[in-house]
């Protein structure tokens, strides 16, 4: 099992920048890929953004390509989420989770990012 803290949510005016982290702890050496998921209010959550944990290999959702870049520390077991130009659709929870293979075992407690017009 692994533990997700997110940290970094907040206001932000449209076309600002953001950062959001998530440390992971616990079975980290079991981690296969990470990602980003977020929920805005009424909507079902959607996928946003993952990277493999060995290679860094990415990919992302098409609404925010070439806005959003996900990053990782190995040694910090730490998982970044850098956006910018940011749009008021942007507005949701953003969730981490982790996968150990199979699929998307572990979530973290979600971090509010709200984007003002």
């Known amino acids: 099992q692994v533990q997700l803290v997110e940290s970094g949510g907040g206001l932000v005016q449209a076309g600002g920048s953001l950062r959001v982290s998530c440390a992971a702890s616990g079975r980290t050496f079991s981690i296969y890929r990470m990602g980003w998921f977020r929920q805005a209010p009424g909507k079902e959550r959607e996928f946003v953004t993952a990277?493999?944990?060995?290679?860094?290999?990415?990919y992302y959702a098409d609404s925010v390509k070439g806005r959003f870049t996900i990053s990782r520390d190995n040694v910090k077991n730490t998982v970044y989420l850098q956006m910018s130009s940011l749009k008021p659709e942007d507005t949701a929870v953003y969730y981490c989770?982790?996968?150990?293979?199979?699929?998307?075992?572990?979530w973290g407690q979600g971090t509010q990012v709200t984007v003002s017009s």
């Open positions: 990277i493999m944990w060995s290679t860094g290999n990415t």
């Open positions: 989770a982790a996968d150990m293979g199979f699929h998307w075992d572990s």
